[in-house]
Antibody
Framework: EVQLVESGGGLVKPGGSLKLSCAAS????????MSWVRQSPEKRLEWVAE????????YYPDTVTGRFTISRDNAKNTLYLEMSSLRSEDTAMYYC???????????WGQGTTLTVSS | QIVLSQSPAILSASPGEKVTMTCRAS?????MHWYQQKPGSSPKPWIY???NLASGVPARFSGSGSGTSYSLTISRVEAEDAATYYC?????????FGGGTKLEIK
């Protein structure tokens, strides 16, 4: 059974940093591109990062470029999202998701919550 | 970026009714993916590549469309279909989602 389990969320002050983790199991992690998708309190979904299966390629939308870094450790079956210069608008539930263009996001974790507030 | 506009924002239907929700893209996309989300849960894959039902999705659901216009149809709505449905495109970066259609059952 495919499982994606996020952790690391919390309350952070504006300008602060945080690192999220996503532990994957039930599939060959190193064979799949992985992404982070967030959902705002208003329930809007936004893709925030993607990394290729081997980790060589990363992609971000303009809203987080330069502030967020996605990475992975295929030996540990773990995906990461390092976030810095956090803003109130980064407050959201952050989901780890497996996906590709032909299938969309076919597995999602349960999410971890980030709140950016002073 | 490609903006996805979903309509209606809220759809109210009685059990047994046929319903259709639409997703319009600001530029042409190759295909559309759809997700179902219920309160307190993660989004679930529902329809992929425009018309393919994800595993476990009832046959009363169907998807269609091309170019800039896509739709999700439920042939006979059931109470368990109450949820928010989101469309999503993967044709260009950034990947984008629609704002969702909330289906309410009367």
């Amino acid at each position: 059974e495919v499982q994606l389990v996020e952790s690391g969320g919390g309350l952070v002050k504006p300008g602060g940093s945080l690192k999220l983790s996503c532990a994957a199991s039930g599939f060959t992690f190193s064979s799949y591109a992985m992404s982070w998708v967030r959902q705002s309190p208003e329930k809007r979904l936004e893709w925030v990062a993607e990394i290729s299966s081997g980790g060589s390629y990363t992609y971000y939308p303009d809203t987080v470029t330069g502030r967020f870094t996605i990475s992975r450790d295929n030996a540990k079956n773990t995906l990461y999202l390092e976030m810095s210069s956090l803003r109130s608008e980064d407050t959201a539930m952050y989901y780890c998701a497996r996906g590709q263009d032909s299938s969309g996001y076919d597995y999602w974790g349960q999410g971890t919550t980030l709140t950016v507030s002073s | 970026q490609i903006v996805l506009s979903q309509s209606p924002a809220i759809l109210s239907a009685s059990p047994g009714e046929k319903v259709t929700m639409t997703c319009r893209a600001s530029s042409s996309v190759s295909y559309m993916h759809w997700y179902q989300q219920k309160p307190g849960s993660s989004p679930k894959p529902w329809i992929y590549a425009t018309s393919n039902l994800a595993s476990g999705v009832p046959a009363r659901f169907s998807g269609s469309g091309s170019g800039t216009s896509y739709s999700l149809t439920i042939s006979r709505v059931e109470a368990e279909d109450a949820a928010t449905y989101y469309c999503q495109q993967w044709s260009s970066n950034p990947r984008t989602f629609g704002g969702g259609t909330k289906l309410e059952i009367k």
